[in-house]
């Protein structure tokens, strides 16, 4: 299979898609006021082609921070795309699309992957969905994209996700995540005074969250939102760490990104060696796949933001670059499975 990658910052689709040839499968990456524009058009360009579509920047070797991204597998695939609704309150009334589109690709975990883009209720969609892709043990790779807004085969969806079953009908396909962070054993904590629904940790150990947090790291109020993308708190899942940004402060808690509920063992994070750990997650795929064809991932918003405070973001993409075909999109969150993550990389690899 072949993985396109076009692109124009000043949003003009005719120029991103310029030399995609025949698509499979296209993925549209656009900008908030024109993305009901794009999604018409690329239809009208390429009608009854498989796609999805949402809001957010993408890159290859660069990045498209506003303007306009395409994405899109031909010479080799198989793809379906359709859309859940209602996702904010009963996704699984629509499972049977999910349930027939699978039944079409006939795919295995060896062969297929689902791709999806989001509009919210990440963990309640990941479950539904999940739910179906098990049954053939398929892997899930995705993110949640800008202004609750996703796009089908042509058509814009609000409270939705959008998805692609994709089977590579040349060689395998693999999900990977990668975590740049580890726990600070000796900060240890049982969350209390949640509210599930706002994502809201009240205490730490039966303290005020906002003051834990603050007297360990030694920061004001104001530095917390962007100490977060240094010090995440994590929930340990298995032999996994679920990563647990934190969005906003209120009052004395923490809003984050990720449910918490009471009693949750959480610990404190902290950043690792990123440069070493890229590398280590390019050295896994190249000795997983020999002979790449193209690898799609989704980056944390959170990670962009501290790639770039650190010059590293051309740097990163230059090295993923080397595993072959690169491409992705910045999402506000990680889907890896059945897994919604925070300030993570997942992707999936084509053979």
Known sequence: ????????????????????????????????????????????????????????????????????????????????????????????????????????????????????????????????????????????????????????????????????????????????????????EEYRFIASKTDKAKYIIGELNGRPAKTVYQDILHITEKEILTQTFKNPFGKINGSDICIISIKDVTGNALTCFRQVNDSDVLFLLELGEIKDIVQQTIQTIQKDFPKISAVFSVNCLFRYLLFTENHYMQQYLREMGSLGSHAGFVGYGEHYNNQFVNQSMTCVVFE
């Open 1 to 184: 299979m072949k993985q396109f990658f076009g692109m124009s910052p000043a949003g003009n689709l005719l120029e991103a898609v310029r030399g995609m040839g025949k698509p499979q499968l296209i993925m549209l990456l656009s900008n908030h006021d024109q993305f009901e524009e794009h999604v018409k058009k690329l239809e009208e360009l390429y009608p009854g082609v498989p796609s999805i579509g949402c809001i957010g920047m993408s890159y290859d070797t660069r990045i498209v921070e506003k303007g306009v991204g395409i994405i899109a597998f031909s010479d080799g695939v198989f793809a379906v795309a359709n859309v859940l609704e209602n996702v904010s309150t009963m996704p699984v009334k629509y499972i049977k699309r999910l349930e027939d589109d699978m039944g079409k690709v006939n795919g295995s975990q060896k062969d297929t992957v689902c791709i999806d883009f989001c509009s919210g209720n990440d963990a309640c969609v990941l479950t539904t969905v999940f739910s179906v892709l098990k049954r053939r043990n398929i892997s899930l790779v995705g993110g949640t994209g800008d202004a609750g807004k996703v796009s089908a085969n042509g058509r814009v969806y609000e409270d939705a996700v959008a998805y692609a079953l994709v089977k590579n009908l040349n060689g395998r396909v693999k999900a990977y995540k990668e975590n740049i962070y580890h726990p600070m």
